[in-house]
């Protein structure tokens, strides 16, 4: 389904109480996109967000997962801090922040700047309703690496019990617990590229990046929800791998862009 108009009020209007399973989006940066978007002036931005992150708590299910894929601008030769204050007013407004992930751009832009070097990273911060979320770790191990044939075929001792740090920080590690595995779990630094093809929208994130989420945290038939929909990666995502897709944008293009991606007919 596909639907235009402001989120919040779509939300309201259209979709079902605790029906969204994941809300995996990427919103308008601050004073960016203002020709489709207004662009937000960073100091006013959290007062714009957070009736959209009311509507996400009442549609999301108990149990459900919120992925904000956003990054602060810089003003006047220093970081805003609008995304710490957004974070800290969601706590405030009952989100639960359980995780930060780093999602490293490996083919980042060049570009040189007087006080700071060019931006390789951007966040996504993981927000739930419950302390007990549904999560699929088995769903995005990765592969253990060779490392592991040749140190684990000759194990000493101290590989064989849990030899705690020397430096008395009470980390400690278990090398045996290493054999016959084949898949690890991944860190929460996702290294992806970014979306080097026009996709109909100017700041459309890679497929890979929401696929990981939706796997990560919902099971096929679940539903998916993108409240800035844009060129509809997260719905063309979540279709692929057998989830229901939802995508709202306020502009009428990205809506015909979406509907387009991925064939959903509009709201009713």
Known sequence: MVCQGDCAEVIAEKIASRSVNLIVTSPPYADQRAGNYGGIHPNKYVDWFLPKTAAFKQCLAKDG????NIKEKAVRGERHPYVYELVLAMR???????DEYCWHKKNCYPGKW?????DAWERLYHFTLAANFKMRQEAVMV????WHKA??????????????????NGFGKRVENWVGRDMAYPSNVL???????YKGHPAAFPKALPAWFINLFTDTGDTVLDPFGGSGTSLVAALE?????IGIDTDPHYCDVMRDAVGLHACA
């Open 65 to 68: 997962s919120f992925v904000l």
């Open 92 to 98: 405030q407004q009952g989100w639960r922040l359980v």
């Open 114 to 118: 007087p006080n700071r070097f060019r």
């Open 143 to 146: 592969p253990t690496g060779d």
């Open 151 to 168: 140190r684990l075929s000759n194990l000493s001792d101290t590989d064989r019990i849990r030899d705690l740090s020397k430096h008395g």
């Open 191 to 197: 290294h992806m590229a970014t979306e080097c093809g």
């Open 241 to 245: 791998l057998g989830r229901d897709a």
